[in-house]
């Protein structure tokens, strides 16, 4: 059997994934000679490289996201597709906590100020203390940023896409039809949205302008989701206090585009998840090699994705 493995391996990893199936055949790389003939690839490639590959049975992704890999004449439906949900949650949700805090507290201003050389008081600051937090998008990554903004002395409000129990790290939840009525209690709203088509332009004019005056806005979900020319308008007209973006539309996002000059935008770019912390990529080869033991034994693979939604399949 031969694996083909397209994701980043440090040794340590390769010894991981080559212990879950000896005597397969392992090949590392993203180029198509090193494609054809998988019937296991490990990792992301470009999408269209994976049309047409035969005897291609089973994808394991190295991200969370799995939109691109869902469109049709991507994938036949005999290939079975899994992504790395569980992975990112820690890596996600701490970039998502630093970027509240550095807009909250405007450590974004002082650093502006120092290359400057300017010594400024910029006022008054917010908390995250009694602070009312919309996490649209509670899966893996948004429970891990609402768990940690409950530890603050945040209220969370957590919105996906079915009714259930409500989970520990939040305090309420909601679906994207109660959103609206959410906004205008948010102090804070952080996305964390695959790509689908019902997300495509979601954070639009009406949303802004529903959103409490003086809320921050987060997304490191999809570029997307956002109308940016609608959250540059909310920003520059002083309705939202301040924006982050770790995803833009396109990406990289041109150096001519107006959205690097809006005031109070931090933009950094699309860096929270990857390989950044080590921890995430422990936990992607960790779930990559389950997985594989899985295939091997003829088990159900672990955060099978639905194709319709781009999500990991709900249990």
């Known amino acids: 059997m031969k694996i ?9 990893d390769r010894k991981v994934l080559e212990e879950a199936a000896p005597g397969a055949e392992f090949c590392y790389g993203k180029d198509l000679d090193t494609l054809q003939g998988a019937e296991v690839i490990i990792g992301n490639v470009a999408p269209k490289k994976l ?12 991200s969370a996201g799995a939109d691109a890999y869902c469109k049709p004449g991507i994938l036949d439906s005999s290939v079975q597709l899994t992504n790395c949900t569980g992975a990112y949650g820690q890596a996600l949700s701490e970039h998502m906590l630093a970027l509240t805090l550095s807009l909250q507290k405007k450590l974004y201003l002082y650093h502006r100020n120092q ?3 300017q010594w400024k008081d910029e006022g008054e600051v917010t908390s995250l203390e009694g602070a009312t937090v919309v996490v649209v998008g509670f899966g893996d990554i948004g429970r891990s940023y609402g768990r940690l903004c409950r530890l603050l002395g945040a209220h969370v409000i957590g919105i996906r896409r079915h009714r259930g129990e409500i989970p520990t790290e939040a305090d309420q939840m909601g679906t994207l039809e109660d959103l609206p009525g959410f906004l205008g209690q948010a102090d804070v709203v952080a996305s964390v949205l695959p790509g689908t088509p019902e997300t495509t332009h979601l954070y639009d004019a009406g949303m802004f302008q529903a959103m409490k005056p003086g809320a921050f806005f ?22 939202l206090a301040g924006a982050a973006l770790d995803v833009t539309d396109p990406e990289p996002l041109p150096a001519d585009c107006p959205l690097w000059d809006v ?4 933009i950094t770019p699309h860096i929270s998840g990857d390989h950044h912390l080590p921890q995430t990529w422990d936990k992607a080869v960790a779930i990559a090699a389950r997985n594989l033991k899985h295939y091997l ?19």
């Not at 049309?51 to 190295?62: E, M, S």
Request: proline share 4%; net charge positive.
């Open 263 to 266: 005031p109070n935008l931090l």
């Open 51 to 62: 049309a047409g590959l035969a005897g291609l049975k089973w994808v394991q992704l190295n």
């Open 297 to 315: 034994a003829g088990e159900p693979l672990e955060n099978v994705v639905d194709r319709k939604t781009g999500y990991k399949k709900s249990v």
């Open 4 to 12: 083909a493995v397209p994701m980043f391996m440090r040794e340590k």
């Open 218 to 239: 987060i997304n490191c979900g999809r570029g997307n989701a956002v109308v940016q020319e609608d959250l540059a308008r909310a920003l520059s007209e002083g309705h």
């Open 115 to 117: 290359l400057q050389h």
